[in-house]
């Protein structure tokens, strides 16, 4: 079994910056792809950025130039760093890894076999 533990969510100004931390253990292995999705209250979870087998990643339109996914396959870490946060940014993020020899670090939440319960953040403008 893989554990996935998140933190570093908190409630931060507008334009304020959070780093996400994901701690993975377990039977994790370092070339599971992994991602994190978010879920508003009242909406459907959504996949915000996602990390390949081979490094490529991948972001959701509404993060694109501000969040950056990032790995650490020594510490068997993932990151977020979320920069020029905005209101609409305040969710639940988890944290997702997916141990498939196809995975892509797609933003679907179907490929992923195991998540994390979740860190809140909260944007005030």
């Known amino acids: 079994q893989v554990q996935l533990v998140e933190s570093g969510g908190g409630s931060v100004q507008a334009g304020g910056s959070l780093r996400l931390s994901c701690a993975a253990s377990?039977?994790?292995?370092?070339?599971?792809?992994m991602a994190w999705f978010r879920q508003a209250p009242g909406k459907e979870r959504e996949g915000v950025a996602g990390?390949?087998?081979?490094?490529?990643?991948m972001y959701a339109d509404s993060v694109k130039g501000r969040f950056t996914i990032s790995k650490d396959n020594a510490k068997n870490g993932l990151y977020l760093q979320m920069n020029s946060l905005k209101p609409e940014d305040t969710a639940m993020y988890y944290c997702?890894?997916?141990?498939?020899?196809?995975?892509?670090?797609?933003?679907?939440?179907?490929?992923?076999?195991?998540w994390g319960q979740g860190t809140q953040v909260t944007v005030s403008s």
């Open positions: 997702a890894a997916d141990r498939s020899l196809y995975c892509r670090g797609g933003l679907l939440q179907s490929p992923y076999d195991y």
């Open positions: 990390i390949g087998r081979d490094g490529s990643r």
């Open positions: 377990g039977s994790v292995r370092s070339n599971y792809c």
